[in-house]
């Protein structure tokens, strides 16, 4: 009787920890994956920068924008301002916050097609939250064209003003003065006083300019889909934006022609083409056909 009850506590002893260990490999395999998916948003951010510089794809554009002494951008740039909303849908898509809907029996076109929301946790940023909390609390949904001119006011519908984002360009100008990239000063303007944001760290405006300059030259590799998605992001909306001359301003003539010439095979690529092959981002495509249609 005593080798039976032995035998018996030995079983459960043995089941006890055969569940201890299941539980403990779970709890691993979970942990790995939440590691993983902080890694993946570490990588989507600027490799070697530190957490107060890391720039999203609307601050790296008003950036490029940005006159350096004057802290402003141009009075002739009528491009900016949606080409940031554009900068946002992307920036959302790429942090796995937005997708397009499914293409259908029928495969509907990237414009046709409804922007959904894929995940409403916070970004942290909070241009980014509040387009978020529009996109998904709108029914039906809209599609990537008509976010970009309800995020920018640009509607008929006086039922659609709420959506605008307003003073984007300021609020944008603020965080990169909280990350040390800009200042704030006031200039007079014979009739007004206007705020302007000149540039105080040219060591990450420098480092940008650089990005974009060796996506097209020392790093080009001929082929959009082995380009980082944030840096192929970059080039498309700030050309969309009016802002992308700027960077290559400072190159030599020759450097200069050949990268435009890079510029401008992205740019004649056809977005419908280009989302449907592998690992391709279909709502960043869904921006780019939005401002070439």
Avoid at 235 to 255: G, K, R, T, Y
Wanted: hydrophobic share 35%.
């Amino acid at each position: 009787m005593t080798s039976l009850t032995q035998r018996t506590s030995g079983l459960v002893q043995r089941r006890t920890e055969a569940i201890r260990s299941a539980a403990a490999d779970k709890e691993r395999e979970s942990g790995g994956e939440e590691d993983e998916a902080r890694r993946g948003e570490e990588e989507d951010d600027d490799k070697g920068d530190s957490k107060e510089t890391r720039l999203t794809l609307m601050e790296e554009v008003l950036l490029l924008g940005l006159k350096d002494r004057e802290g402003y951008t141009s009075f002739w740039n009528d491009c900016i301002s949606s080409g940031l909303r554009g900068c946002m849908l992307v920036e959302l898509a790429l942090r796995g916050r937005l997708q397009l809907e499914a293409c259908g029996v029928r495969r509907k076109s990237l414009l046709a097609r409804k922007v959904i929301c894929k995940s409403d946790a916070p970004t942290g940023d909070v241009l980014l939250d509040e387009a978020l909390k529009h996109i998904k609390e709108t029914q039906p949904p809209e599609t990537v064209q008509s976010w970009i001119e309800l995020l920018s006011g640009e509607t008929w519908n006086p039922l659609k003003l709420h959506y605008q984002l307003r003073n984007v360009r300021e609020r944008l100008a603020k965080n990169l003065v909280e990350k040390g990239v800009l200042t704030t000063e006031k200039q007079n303007f014979l009739l007004f006083d206007m705020t302007t944001h000149p540039l105080t760290n040219s060591t990450i405006k420098q480092r940008l300019v650089k990005k974009v300059q060796d996506s097209v030259l020392e790093k080009w590799v001929n082929d959009p889909h082995r380009m980082d998605k944030r840096v192929l992001a970059l080039i498309l909306l700030a050309h969309s934006s009016d802002v992308l001359e700027n960077a290559f301003a400072p190159l030599q003539d020759d450097q200069y022609d050949l990268g435009m010439k890079r510029v401008h095979t992205l740019l004649e690529l056809e977005p419908e083409k280009e989302s449907t092959k592998p690992n391709a981002n279909e709502l960043m495509w869904a921006v780019v056909a939005a401002f070439t249609k």
